[in-house]
């Protein structure tokens, strides 16, 4: 059974930085396309940033490029999206999620994590 759990959120002051972690478990996962999603309060769930876990291409929401990394580590099955320069809108749930698919779009996924809290205070 895949699993994914998510790790590192917390409440931060802007300008600050996170990294969040993300433990797959339960399934081979080199050929899979892995990200990050979020979710603030009263929005829907929009996609922030993915890696193609075999080659590490990366791609980024607008809102966040510049300022995340997403990275992967194959041989402990994590993934990693490292947050600098937090802006209160950064503020939601962040949820880990996988894919044998490339997209972009939170339908696309096909496994998720529980999420992780990030709140950025102004």
């Known amino acids: 059974q895949v699993q994914l759990v998510e790790s590192g959120g917390g409440l931060v002051q802007a300008g600050d930085s996170l990294r969040l972690s993300c433990a797959a478990s339960?399934?081979?996962?080199?050929?899979?396309?892995m990200g990050w999603f979020r979710q603030a309060p009263g929005k829907e769930r929009e996609f922030v940033a993915v890696?193609?876990?075999?080659?590490?291409?990366?791609t980024y929401a607008d809102p966040v490029k510049g300022r995340f990394t997403i990275s992967r580590d194959l041989a402990k099955n994590m993934v990693y999206l490292q947050m600098n320069i937090l802006k209160p809108e950064d503020t939601a749930v962040y949820y880990c999620?996988?894919?044998?698919?490339?997209?972009?779009?939170?339908?696309?996924?096909?496994?998720w994590g529980k999420g992780t809290l990030v709140t950025v205070s102004s």
């Open positions: 999620a996988a894919s044998p698919f490339y997209g972009v779009r939170p339908t696309l996924m096909h496994y």
């Open positions: 339960g399934g081979t996962f080199s050929t899979w396309t």
């Open positions: 890696i193609k876990l075999s080659y590490g291409s990366t």
